[in-house]
């Protein structure tokens, strides 16, 4: 399980205990699929929810602790592939796995205004 800190459109969000998928279901290699986290931040998302905003399309990076930077993965319905993965080492600091997801909202992902005649 881990914590997941979403930013969003200038919004932050904590989602806790997320159980996360393994490659290979193996939780030895340390590899978890991004997929499947970005899967379960857009069912429980309450930002997304509130703002109207559908993950898809949405450029998606994180945080590695180990290499101090923004990690940027692609985008989510696109890019993205199925089995990207992150390192469990990646995103542990001080023993706790927290995983900063930051999901910047393209036009690709905005909702449709309708242009009155």
């Known amino acids: 399980m ?34 499947s986290i970005l899967d379960k931040i857009k069912q429980e998302s309450k930002i997304l929810e509130s703002m109207k905003l559908s993950l898809n399309g949405m450029e998606i990076s994180y945080y590695s602790y180990e290499d101090e930077t923004d990690i940027f993965t692609g985008v989510y319905g696109g890019s993205i592939s199925p089995q990207a993965t992150i390192n469990l080492d990646e995103i542990t600091k001080d023993g706790k796995v927290i995983l ?5 909202a393209t036009e690709a992902c905005l909702p449709k205004v309708k242009k009155e005649a």
């Open 100 to 104: 900063n997801i930051e999901a910047k």
């Open 2 to 35: 881990i914590k997941i800190k979403l930013k969003c459109s200038g919004r932050t969000e904590i989602l806790k205990n997320v159980a996360a998928k393994f490659k290979d279901n193996k939780p030895s290699l340390k590899e978890i699929l991004l997929v």
